[in-house]
């Protein structure tokens, strides 16, 4: 095995980056005479085709934190992460059904114009605040430290903080377009995402093959791995009993078996694919049919997803188990990816490494992305110049992209953060979940009960954020670490745990409930209340193609690996 790249790896790198890198300068220059007006910038202009939706959604939303965060928990749980992934196909169907219809009827750019629209300007301020710390301080670091940790593993080098420098400026050069340019130059990353992932997959599990003398068959491969890891290839794992294992209970705080299905992974889900500006923001522009086949086009892709990001984790799970991944005994699960890279043959490492180059910057060019639209919209138009011409805006979104990606780099460079520790995988969804709660409780109310009132979202995005730091820090403390509520379980540090999605689901429930006895005691039907008609929610036959053959799927996945 070598990480050393040869002439061929990096021609084929340097091919990609100039695809993409030119492809972004064409269509930047092709479209210069709008790209100062803000919605060009930030939203495309409704430009954007269906394809190039569901192929953006997806090369921001695969990133490091996939490749290396959830290839590293299927080296330690197995396929059951991918419950991410397949339950995310079917919340892309709840976010185009009933989601994307009332954003697009109310004429809604940003996350925070949603909540000032529907509720008022200090929810939105609120929660503007909220987002700009959780995509920087979280998203962004996270992103940037599995990235350059990825591909430093793959080089072989000790270039660290130079690689991580690297991916943001390219990131950067990529932003400076706007969202027609990320949305466009997403179609390569995608496409190179899915050939150079596939390709490593299909190479990883032929060397499964001929390490136990089964010739160069991938299918043989993938045999092989379900025969010598069956405890990985379980979608639910049980509560763990009196005596079990150390690693038996640590799965378990990661994925609670099917009390994680009562409320916590659609929580995760919906608010991240239906709340979340770095993702919906690509849908804002265009019309409902073409947001609607867009976000089910992304549904659709999210079922292969697992196929690239946490199969080659069981492949380096099983190899390391069978003496031929040495340098993972002891170290962290996040070096599973790098490790199977090692293996592949040259050309290819420069093609997974362009694969996982194109996930890292297209994730970091759409947060960026996002994180200036908040800023820019929701915070310097609205509170610090209100008269700023359109031209100004942009360029004050354009700093504000540099600003967020410095801070980025300064957060991540020592891993202030501490993601080494947690796993980029879990990091990434237990400190999202700390808002998540009472996000989508605030969402979800304000767009579907009209009785919801300014003073409950205040109250829901407040108490969910508390109640998240309460049952994920002291409830087994100060209630005890067994209650009707919960059971929590003493972590690897000897600490009383809650698994966290049992806590965003509890977390959800109460927030619920004090957002609806609050609205209660207000009127009847809250002034700002969406005035919702039964036809916004019809579908197209073509819709409801696309619907049954992702859950078709999706059920077969289930019934096999259940």
């Known amino acids: 095995m070598s990480n050393k790249l040869t002439l061929a790896d990096y021609l084929v790198f340097i091919i990609y980056f100039i695809l993409v890198a030119s492809y972004g300068y064409w269509i930047y220059s092709k479209k210069r005479r709008v790209v100062a007006d803000t919605k060009d910038y930030f939203l495309a202009e409704g430009s954007l085709t ?31 992460v991918a419950v991410y992934e397949w339950i995310a196909a079917v919340a892309l169907i709840i976010v185009a059904i009933w989601f994307i ?32 710390f959780l995509y920087i301080f979280i998203n962004l670091t996270s992103i940037l430290y599995l990235g350059a940790l990825a591909i430093n593993g793959l080089v072989g080098g000790q270039s660290f903080h130079l690689v991580m420098i690297g991916l943001a400026v390219f990131a950067i050069f990529i932003t400076l377009g706007g969202m027609k340019v990320i949305g466009y130059t997403d179609v390569i990353q995608v496409t190179v995402l899915l050939i150079g992932g596939l390709a490593t997959t299909y190479m990883a599990l032929t060397m499964v093959s001929e390490k136990f003398g089964l010739g160069s068959s991938a299918i043989a491969g993938f045999t092989t791995l379900m025969k010598f890891a069956p405890d990985h290839f379980h979608m639910i794992f049980d509560k763990p009993s009196a005596g079990a294992s150390q690693e038996s209970i640590n799965k378990y705080l990661i994925l609670p078996g099917i009390t994680m299905y009562y409320a916590g992974v659609w929580i995760n889900n ?47 799970y099983v190899l390391y188990k069978n003496g031929h991944l040495p340098e993972l005994a002891g170290g962290s699960k996040d070096g599973a990816y790098s490790a199977i890279l090692g293996f592949l043959p040259n050309g290819l490492k420069g093609l997974s490494l362009a694969a996982l180059t194109a996930a890292i910057v297209a994730s970091l060019a759409g947060k960026a992305n996002s994180i200036s639209t908040i800023f820019t919209l929701d915070i310097y138009k609205e509170y610090l ?11 004050v979104g354009r700093f504000f992209i540099v600003f967020a990606m410095v801070v980025g780099i300064i957060f991540t460079w020592d891993d202030w953060m501490g993601i080494s520790s947690e796993g980029g995988y879990t990091f990434i969804n237990k400190y999202t979940g700390y808002i998540s709660p009472g996000v989508f409780a605030t969402f979800l109310l304000g767009m579907f009960w009209q009785r919801t009132s300014g003073a409950a979202a205040i109250a829901g ?11 994920g820090q ?89």
């Open 101 to 132: 219809p009332v954003y697009l009827k109310n004429h809604i750019y940003t996350m925070p114009q949603f909540l000032k629209t529907r509720y008022n300007h200090t929810v939105a301020l609120i929660m503007a605040v909220f987002w700009l």
């Open 270 to 316: 919906l608010n991240y694919w239906g709340c979340n500006q770095y993702i919906i923001q690509r849908a804002l522009g265009a019309d409902l049919q073409t947001a609607r086949t867009g976000i089910l086009f992304a549904g659709f892709l999210k079922l292969l997803m697992p196929v690239i990001v946490m199969l080659p984790g069981i492949v380096a």
């Open 385 to 395: 110049h209100r008269n700023a011409s359109e031209k100004q805006l942009v360029w």
């Open 461 to 471: 995005i407040l108490s969910g954020f508390i109640l998240s730091i309460f049952f």
């Open 50 to 80: 269906w394809w190039a939706i569901g192929a953006s959604l997806i090369a921001s939303n695969i990133s490091a934190e996939q490749f290396i965060g959830m290839s590293g928990e299927g080296f330690f749980v197995g396929i059951a």
């Open 474 to 562: 002291f409830a087994p403390n100060v209630l005890g670490p067994e209650t009707w509520l919960y059971t929590a379980f003493r972590n690897s540090n000897n600490v009383y745990e809650i698994p966290f999605f049992i806590c965003m689901g509890w977390s959800f429930f109460f927030t619920v409930l004090l957002m609806v006895v609050i609205s209660l005691a207000g009127e009847k039907v809250n002034t700002k209340a969406f005035v919702l008609d039964s036809h916004l929610f019809r579908l197209q036959s073509s819709t409801v193609v696309m619907m049954v053959f992702t859950l078709l799927i999706l059920s077969a996945l289930y019934i096999k690996f259940w």
